[in-house]
């Protein structure tokens, strides 16, 4: 009797290690998971060597939904399930970033950024005057004062690679001071295509199609067929650093898809000074807005 009753027993903490193994891993896949900030780019909201959480609730978590297939080399296709609400401007984000390789835009996921979300779909955005803005929202939209004290810095001291920016193409000749207007697309918009417009919007089509795209005496090519209109597959958004003059984002790579958003960064639970080792106790527990 003695000997069943310690095997009931050891039965039962069995089942609660794996209730609890499968909780936690329910919690990171659904609902959480945790980064360490390497650089300084979104500096001042968060420090580099703050240690943040992630709630993948908003917009959603996503799964891969042809996972057995990567390990043949297959590219991993997400699905996300319903979240507590969709992203809002000013979000800070966490997401893949989307260019591994400089020419086309792809899914890392060995590679992960943080961002503030300026521009959503459906939003028209442009910088005037260094200032992000979006046509009809008069909210402030990212690090205000570090908009404008990079704007204050006269251009010509600025390095070329930094100034010049998407689609770095001289019929547009945005720089990171003047920039746009540029539609950001919600999933179902038509566009019409025509050179000028493949200059913004090429890539996120060769990304949703996955075929190549040329132009024949001015008639655009997807694959063998002439295109004069696309429809989007996919809702798109506008990233940004609030170090504005230090901040590898949306100005340089173009347009983020929704598929690359891992989840909203909640709060900082622990901030370590890369520098000198020491804990930031101040940064502990700060909620990140």
């Known amino acids: 009797m003695i000997f069943t009753k310690y095997i009931k027993l050891l039965l039962y903490l ?3 290690i794996i209730l609890g193994i499968l909780l936690a891993i ?24 703050d240690r943040i959480v992630v709630n993948k609730l908003i917009p959603g978590p996503r799964l891969i939904s042809n996972l057995f297939s990567l390990r043949d080399g297959a590219t991993p296709i997400y699905t996300r ?5 969709g992203i809002k401007r000013n979000d800070v ?19 992960f950024y943080a961002k503030r979300c300026v521009a959503i779909p459906k939003d028209t955005f442009y910088i005037e005057n260094g200032i992000y803005k979006v046509k009809g929202v008069a909210d402030t939209l990212g690090h205000y004062p570090s908009q404008k004290q990079f704007y204050n ?33 919600a999933k179902g918009d038509t566009l019409a295509v025509h050179v000028n417009t493949l ?9 949703e199609t996955k075929k190549n795209i040329s132009i024949d005496n001015d ?51 622990k901030s370590v000074d890369p ?10 527990f700060k909620t990140v807005k």
Request: with cysteine; charged share 20%.
């Open 14 to 16: 069995l089942l609660i």
């Open 26 to 49: 329910g919690l990171r896949v659904f609902v959480f998971a945790v980064f360490t900030i390497p650089t300084p780019s979104m500096q001042p909201s968060i420090e580099h060597g």
């Open 81 to 85: 399930l319903p979240g507590w609400r």
């Open 93 to 111: 984000l966490i997401f893949n970033y989307p260019y591994s390789d400089w020419q086309y835009l792809d899914l890392d996921r060995n590679i």
């Open 153 to 185: 810095i006269p251009s010509e001291q600025l390095d070329p690679n930094i100034y010049n920016c998407f689609p770095f193409d001289e019929r547009y000749g945005w720089n990171i001071k003047s920039f746009g207007p540029l539609y950001v697309p």
């Open 199 to 207: 200059v913004l919007y090429k890539n996120l089509i060769i990304y």
């Open 219 to 269: 008639k655009v090519l997807l694959g063998d067929s002439v295109i004069n209109y696309y429809v989007f597959g996919k809702n798109y958004y506008f990233m940004a650093g609030d170090l504005v003059y230090d901040s590898q984002d949306s100005r340089y790579w173009g347009l983020l898809p929704e598929d690359h958003i891992i989840g909203k960064v909640s709060f900082i639970y």
């Open 275 to 284: 520098y000198t080792g020491k804990n930031r106790w101040s940064r502990f």
